[in-house]
């Protein structure tokens, strides 16, 4: 294994790499290894023991099929970043020399147990370190509760003083909004005073109106079902007229008042005998819903 122009022989040890007691890296196996530290492949391996070296897998970003129509031999391409820089390395396989089928796909499985061990090992790590994140942040977290619960009286009393001063704040805060408030209570009481007054005032006018038009009925009422002299029928005619000038009197006040208008007032003098329509028109124009 190693570039073009440095080859080191060596075993891929399959078993050990196979065990779960063994998940470093890629290991193999020599016994020339030892004098050849100073070649280029035998730069990126760990001793494991005098015969079996590793190369770890945090060193290796990939494993795939080295793709080369002159060699004979099947082989692997690792590529490699370690405290040396970015590097490949090539891992021929001698015994594989074959063109046939079976060949490629011993290969094939080599390199794909190799990237497989390579991505689990690296999980593996990965999740270590978020093990060891999460510990580290929980050891800071009972720090600082025990740093809390260490804090003397003077600094607790300090803090409490702080607290107090605060809502001693926001108590003067809210009493001067109360007294603003119960200002603009005081003037919305006398707002509201005035609005009965105006509504008593309404009512009493509207009363009045309905009397007069009682009071037109009744004179009606009488004409219709009795049979007088002329002077008594002269005299009932006349309550009637002033009847109906009382009338014209207190709709001319509501246009005054801007309960009604003209046209309004017009409206009710057509219908001042009929009882219904008219309770109903003076309802809707003194106390509309």
């Known amino acids: 294994m190693g570039n073009e122009n440095d080859f080191v022989e060596g075993t891929l040890e399959m078993p050990l790499m ?4 063994f998940a470093s890296g890629l ?3 020599s016994k020339t290894w030892a004098s050849q530290q100073s070649k280029g492949p035998a730069k990126n391996l760990l001793k494991y023991n005098d015969q079996i070296y590793f190369i770890p897998w945090n060193t290796v970003n990939r494993v795939l099929q080295h793709m ?3 060699r004979t031999d099947k082989a692997a391409k690792l590529i490699m970043n370690n405290k040396n820089g970015s590097s490949t390395m090539i891992m021929a396989f001698p015994e594989l020399s074959s063109n046939d089928m079976s060949a490629f796909t011993t290969l094939l499985n080599i390199i794909s147990n190799l990237e497989k061990w390579r991505v689990e090992r690296k999980s593996h790590v990965q999740t270590k370190f978020t093990d060891v994140n999460s510990s ?4 800071y977290q009972y720090q600082q509760h025990i740093a809390n619960t260490q804090k003397s009286d003077a600094e607790k009393k300090k803090a409490l003083e702080t607290n107090v001063a605060t809502l001693k704040k926001q108590l003067a805060e809210l009493q001067a909004k109360l007294a603003s408030l119960k200002a603009v209570q005081v003037t919305q009481s006398q707002t509201l005073q005035t609005t009965e007054t105006t509504l008593t005032e309404t009512t009493t006018r509207k009363t009045k109106l309905i009397t007069e038009k009682e009071s037109i009925e009744k004179t009606i009422k009488t004409l219709q079902s009795q049979k007088t002299s002329q002077e008594a029928i002269t005299k009932l005619k006349a ?6 000038k009382k009338l014209d009197y207190w709709l001319k006040g509501a246009v005054y008042h801007r309960i009604i208008n003209d046209q309004e007032k017009a409206g009710l003098i057509q219908i001042q005998l009929q009882n219904t329509q008219f309770d109903q028109k003076v309802n809707d124009y003194f106390f509309p819903q």
């Open 136 to 139: 580290c942040y929980m050891a």
């Open 27 to 29: 290991a193999v196996f």
């Open 18 to 21: 196979n065990s779960a007691a």
């Open 239 to 244: 309550d009637l007229e002033e009847s109906k």
């Open 68 to 70: 080369d129509i002159s």
